[in-house]
């Protein structure tokens, strides 16, 4: 794995960090209505990766350990473990066992581990890991939420200002349409024009934005047309929000660094269109792209990136 892999993260993390309360409301209810979010919460990312050094078992989109207070006492805490799966994955159970039991060895405090999966596989739903011999039985049973099925409660996430209700149509939205840029466009306008219709303050409406622009990333032309939908729009309700000079520099500010010859970040770019449109990207591919020293190369496979249908063809690009 790549030591930059944590750049291209998906947007859950950066979610999962700046609305984590939402997040257990959302997905997690039962333990929500049982911490006491008065008391704080800490993100113990440091921690979590000492005790995976060892013992990686997968690739997944995030995993998160957090405590949380419990209301019951001031001395009462546990630590949630949180993992975002992305695809289907053999040991990903198996995973979940061994990081709560070597949290528990390291803390000697409760742990509670909580699973959301956003692959695509309908039938695959690990909730539990264990085995028994002689009598003895080790087992682990943890929550898990399923994105795929939030697709037929559709209207209710509409209505829903919970942000992970975003989050959840977005990357519903983003599996539907990845082979369909045109559908994709006229999605990303209706789940940001929503970010206006139901409410949001200026500051939820770039964030949330920004997940969804990450998400749902459009070719150039498309992407154009999306802007010039979204002044017309921010225009009528006097808004200017997302079409701002700071937006709009978004695509100059990576030109810009191209430009003047940051190779590193040059790389950093193309790698995150990459993995924002197909998610995996094959460990060849990032090899390949980590190798170039011209910046001419890269500045083509950046738009390579953004418009090819494919990882085939993108690694055909690459070769060229």
Request: aromatic letters at 12%; proline letters at 3%.
């Amino acid at each position: 794995m790549h030591s930059d892999r944590t750049d291209y993260d998906s947007p859950w993390k950066e979610a999962l960090e700046r609305y984590f309360p939402d997040f257990m409301a959302f997905f997690f209810p039962l333990a929500h209505a049982d911490i006491a979010w008065a008391s704080g919460y800490e993100f113990l990312d440091k921690e979590l990766q000492q005790v995976a050094a060892d013992a990686e078992l997968g690739r997944r989109m995030v995993d998160k350990l957090v405590k949380v207070w419990l209301k019951e006492g001031e001395e009462a805490w546990v630590l949630a473990h949180i993992e975002i799966q992305g695809q289907e994955e053999a040991e990903f159970a198996k995973r979940m066992y061994v990081y709560n039991y070597r949290l528990y060895d390291k803390y000697r405090q409760q742990v509670v581990s909580l699973a959301v999966l956003g692959d695509e596989q309908e039938g695959w739903r690990p909730e539990e890991f264990g085995y028994e011999r002689w009598g003895c039985r080790v087992i682990l049973r943890f929550p898990v939420v399923k994105l795929l099925d939030y697709r037929q409660h559709w209207s209710v996430l509409a209505e829903n200002r919970n942000p992970f209700a975003t989050v959840v149509m977005a990357h519903l939205k983003a599996q539907e349409t990845r082979q369909d840029a045109s559908e994709r466009k006229v999605w990303k306008f209706r789940l940001t024009r929503r970010l206006y219709e139901q409410g949001y303050g200026k500051q939820d409406v770039l964030n949330l934005f920004r997940l969804i622009d990450w998400l749902l990333w459009l070719p150039e032309e498309l992407e154009e047309i999306f802007r010039q939908e979204m002044e017309a729009y921010e225009e009528a309700k006097a808004m200017p929000y997302i079409t701002s000079v700071e937006r709009i520099g978004i695509k100059k500010g990576i030109r810009q660094g191209i430009e003047q010859g940051e190779l590193r970040n040059a790389r950093k770019a193309v790698l995150r269109v990459l993995k924002t449109r197909f998610r995996e990207v094959p460990t060849s591919i990032e090899a390949g792209i980590q190798s170039i020293e011209d910046m001419e190369t890269l500045d083509r496979l950046l738009e390579q990136a953004v418009k090819t249908e494919s990882l085939e063809e993108f690694g055909k690009a690459l070769l060229a």
